[in-house]
């Protein structure tokens, strides 16, 4: 039995001190981990944990190139995450295959995303914040709230999708959950020592990037930063952060 996590600590250490450094990142498209979690993983790969990543979509829409089909882009955007991930010390990502900007908040999604809990057991699962209004993607709104619904309560509980036991996968609580791409963050993690390892990631995925080099991508980065809140209080935060909103799933 894992002990409940302290609230007021910090919510990383915590997981690592009473559960497991095992973290999952749900996310809808191939560079959105990077964007919004790339320095966090690479710390956290860092630290000795073990990263894996489930991507719901192969992004097979993103692009205006009308020289090339969704399929070929799939296929290029999965090598672009793959080498990535191979950057940032993560797991080769398991991509779900649902098409791009098609995709449903339904049973089918949901049963997939728990097998993948059940299977990976993580402690911590980063994913979009499913909840967040105004300019988002579908996808993003689908897979956060997907991600969410099949951590609680269904892939905790046996009478949900029970013919997985066959395959010996069992019920798993993850115990904590951070959501990217919030608008109410509680959580930011210092990435500046990680700064160049997220952006050689974000690099990889070239045909994203519209001729970006790490210089553009790095001050892009930083006025979304500074974009991101009012003066006052950026004061007390990391100048270079990721930030967070953190779900505790053991109390
Ligand atoms: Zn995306």
């Not at 098609?102 to 499913?130: K, N, Q």
């Not at 990217?180 to 500046?192: K, L, M, N, V």
């Not at 990889?204 to 930083?222: C, F, I, N, P, W």
């Amino acid at each position: 039995m894992i002990e409940a996590l302290d609230p007021k600590a910090d919510l990383i250490s915590e997981v690592a001190t009473k559960a497991a450094k095992r973290a999952l990142c749900i996310f809808a498209h191939p560079d959105d981990l990077e964007f919004t979690c790339g320095g966090a993983v690479a710390k956290l790969a860092l630290d000795g944990w073990a990263i894996d990543i489930v991507i719901t979509t192969s992004g097979n829409k993103g692009t205006k190139d009308s020289t090339v089909t969704g399929q070929q882009l799939a296929g290029e955007r999965e090598q672009e995450s793959r080498t990535a991930a191979s950057i940032l010390k993560a797991n080769e990502p398991k991509f779900l295959g649902f098409p791009d900007g098609m995709l449903h908040a339904d049973d089918e999604l949901r049963e997939l995303l728990v097998r993948e809990i059940r299977r990976l057991r993580p402690e911590l699962v980063i994913t979009w914040d499913g909840f967040r209004p105004g300019f988002n993607h579908r996808d993003h709104r689908v897979t956060g709230i997907s991600a969410y619904d099949a951590i609680y309560p269904a892939a905790d509980d046996h009478l949900f999708h029970p013919d997985q036991k066959y395959e010996g996968l069992e019920p798993h609580r993850p115990s904590a959950m951070l959501l990217a791409g919030t608008d109410d963050p509680d959580y930011h993690i210092d990435i500046e020592p990680f700064m160049d390892i997220k952006i050689s990631a974000l690099l990889a995925h070239t045909s994203q990037m519209g001729g970006r080099d790490a210089e553009g991508l790095k001050r892009m980065y930083e006025e979304r930063i500074q974009a991101s809140v009012a003066d006052e209080e950026s004061a007390n935060l990391p100048k270079l952060r990721e930030s967070f909103k953190k779900v505790i799933l053991r109390r």
